[in-house]
């Protein structure tokens, strides 16, 4: 399917779920960063590894595959 | 749970001990379950650390936040490794075209949870009478 031909996103992303799942990502990462700020003013030693490992989730959330194709990164075992 | 055919993926049937690649929709889902049962877990270790922390002493029972705190945190970190494993199982049960197997996350979990109320309920009724006297 050419880009020109797209006028759907559900075509080339059925259900969304790789929007929804970017979505989980990102929660999740909010999630943590919550977690990590509201440590730092108490515990900054463990408020700072948390807010970077909320980096490093976001980050991981991030689907380097190209539009249309509908399928992430390989998830191997 | 239901087989993992593929409604609309490239799902040739595997040969018996074969691999494929499951549909990307399956993958997932199974990554946004992953990560649902991941947040669960920081709250359950987030809650736990507050109540072990940041909340009152119960009056006339030592002790009593981390009685209930500590497991919250232990449940935490228990949901976190079992939904690993969980994923990590479902994943290969969808590249082999196996049926899911039934997950023991949400029963332990309720199981656990409804302890550890039952637990905090009696520490609490515990320290009003204790108080009381």
């Known amino acids: 399917m050419s880009p020109a031909s797209i006028d759907d996103i559900e075509d080339?992303?059925?259900?969304?779920?790789?929007?929804?799942?970017?979505?989980?990502?990102t929660r999740t990462a909010i999630s943590f960063a919550a977690v990590g700020g509201a440590l730092l003013r108490s515990h900054p030693a463990a408020g700072v590894p948390i807010l970077a490992l909320?980096?490093?989730i976001w980050e991981l959330g991030r689907r380097p595959g190209k539009p249309g194709t509908g399928h992430a990164r390989a998830r191997h075992l | 749970m239901t087989s993992a055919a593929s409604p609309t993926g490239p799902a040739a049937t595997p040969r018996p001990?074969?691999?494929?690649?499951?549909?990307?929709?399956?993958?997932?889902?199974?990554?946004?379950?992953?990560?649902?049962?991941?947040?669960?877990?920081?709250?359950?270790?987030?809650?736990?650390?507050?109540v072990?922390?940041?909340l009152p002493p119960f009056?006339?029972?030592?002790?009593?936040?981390?009685?209930?705190g500590i497991p919250l945190i232990l449940l935490g970190a228990a949901v976190a490794v079992f939904s690993y494993a969980e994923w990590q199982a479902n994943q290969r049960a969808l590249r082999r075209d196996e049926p899911l197997r039934r997950s023991p996350l949400p029963r332990f979990l309720a199981a656990t949870i409804a302890v550890i109320a039952l637990l905090a309920a009696a520490l609490a009724l515990l320290s009003a009478v204790t108080s009381h006297r």
């Open chain 1, 12 to 25: 080339v992303d059925p259900g969304l779920a790789r929007e929804r799942t970017e979505l989980a990502w």
């Open chain 1, 54 to 56: 909320s980096l490093l």
């Open chain 2, 59 to 68: 009056p006339g029972v030592p002790g009593a936040r981390h009685i209930i």
């Open chain 2, 17 to 50: 001990g074969k691999e494929r690649e499951p549909d990307a929709r399956f993958t997932f889902a199974n990554e946004r379950t992953f990560l649902a049962w991941s947040r669960t877990a920081l709250a359950l270790v987030v809650g736990g650390l507050a």
């Open chain 2, 52 to 54: 072990a922390q940041l």
